[in-house]
């Protein structure tokens, strides 16, 4: 058993959208194919990843290093002890060999790529949807049937402001969503609340609606906002100031008592640590939302997993970030709180597979081996037209 091609190409995840500290007119995103020699059905085993959304493509680092590393590995060491599968845990180490520790960033992009990659085959291999495989191997075969979702955009539109985002939410709320989240942080303090009023005036109780400002805000702006939201009881804050800048994360919590999520812009389990530590988060409420793709992949993220429990945090607090497949499967697998999904943004990397209808805010998953990215029509045509044909 071994990986006989790894392949990876760079293609465009760009839209007018803008957040409140970048638009996504020249996104790109990466997307990776790792070929084995099994076959299954008559074909080759392929597993496929991507870089979840927001960060660009990481094809040089690929190229440069951890593509080649598994490439000149000893096959032998990058499979499991019975011999029947990749090993993802030795096919992260062998990717990892050489580098040092710290400034987590666009090599954990390029790292969780892969590995998504990884687990793809992993399960195919073994037959399996991946979120089962992930219940069998660590949960005590135990997992969740259906995934709580919520419906993500919201995102600024230069000209259909107040009236456009209303029939967005009235969208999301008419395909089975409960809850909905909207962009803050762009618009002056009072706009957006006249915008938050009309999202709420859809999605009909503030307890539905979350916002984010994408890491905007300095101390006083966040503390600003904080006092004008809490009357509100919406349904989260997210990420109001720099992920990094733990202490005014720390500093909100003393301003806010409703929930604050953050987590998605921290790519690595020592910075998850530090959020938990120095980041003030409140386990009985706040929600994390760390993303696979972005932060060394699922390898790491079951280290994520095991600190949050050392450190007295249920892995239902956990709400990725990024809408796609794999966050799913690892929802459904290892039991997180929910999962993020884009029905119309980001698209075809984001939202679930074809036949998987939203109802009560909760998705199902498919039943085909893998991650299901065969059951997402648009998106598998695209995978196969950059990395197979
Ligand atoms: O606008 C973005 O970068 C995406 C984002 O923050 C989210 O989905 O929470
Ligand atoms: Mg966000």
């Not at 991650?371 to 044909?389: H, Q």
Request: proline content about 4%.
């Amino acid at each position: 058993m071994r990986i006989i091609d790894i392949r990876e190409k760079t293609v465009s995840i760009a839209s007018p959208i803008a957040n409140a500290f970048i638009d996504f007119s020249k996104m790109t995103c990466s997307v990776v194919a790792v070929v084995t020699d099994q076959i299954r059905d008559g074909k080759p085993v392929v597993g496929f990843g991507f870089n979840s959304n927001g960060r660009y493509g990481q094809g040089s680092l690929m190229r440069e290093r951890f593509i080649p590393r598994l490439m000149e590995a000893d096959p032998a060491t990058l499979i499991d002890e019975g011999e029947d599968n990749l090993d993802p845990f030795a096919i992260w180490k062998t990717m990892m060999t050489n580098e040092k520790p710290g400034g987590h960033g666009e090599r954990s992009v390029a790292v969780g790529t892969i590995d998504m990659a990884v687990w793809d085959a992993v399960a195919k291999i073994a037959g399996k949807p991946l979120y089962r495989l992930l219940a069998d191997r660590y949960r005590d075969g135990v997992a969740d049937d259906d995934v709580w979702v919520y419906a993500a955009g919201g995102y600024y539109h230069s000209g259909k402001e107040i009236e456009g985002l209303k029939d967005e939410m009235r969208s999301y709320v008419d395909r089975g969503y409960t809850v909905c989240k909207m962009k803050i942080g762009l618009a002056p303090l009072a706009d957006d609340l006249k915008r938050i009023d009309a999202a709420i005036e859809v999605v009909g109780d503030p307890a539905n609606l979350c916002v984010d400002a994408n890491g905007r805000f300095d101390l006083k702006t966040a503390v600003a906002y904080a006092k004008a939201l809490e009357p509100y009881g919406l349904y989260w804050y997210e990420e109001a100031g720099d992920p990094l800048d733990y202490a005014l994360q720390a500093e909100l919590a003393q301003h806010y008592s409703g929930r604050m999520a953050t987590g998605e812009n921290l790519f690595s389990m020592q910075d998850a640590r530090n959020l938990i530590r120095y980041g003030g988060m409140r386990a009985d409420r706040d929600i994390l939302q760390f993303d696979c793709a972005l932060s060394y992949g699922l390898v790491e993220y079951m280290r994520t997993l095991a600190m949050m429990k050392e450190n007295g945090w249920s892995s239902r607090r956990v709400v990725p970030h990024g809408g796609h497949q794999m966050s799913l499967n690892i929802a459904a697998g290892l039991h997180l709180g929910g999962n993020e999904s884009y029905p119309d943004v980001f698209q075809p990397f984001g939202g679930f597979a074809d036949a998987t209808g939203v109802r009560n805010s909760r998705v199902g998953l498919p039943t085909v081996p893998g991650v299901g990215f065969e059951a997402k029509s648009a998106l598998y045509s695209l995978l196969k037209r950059e990395l197979l044909d």
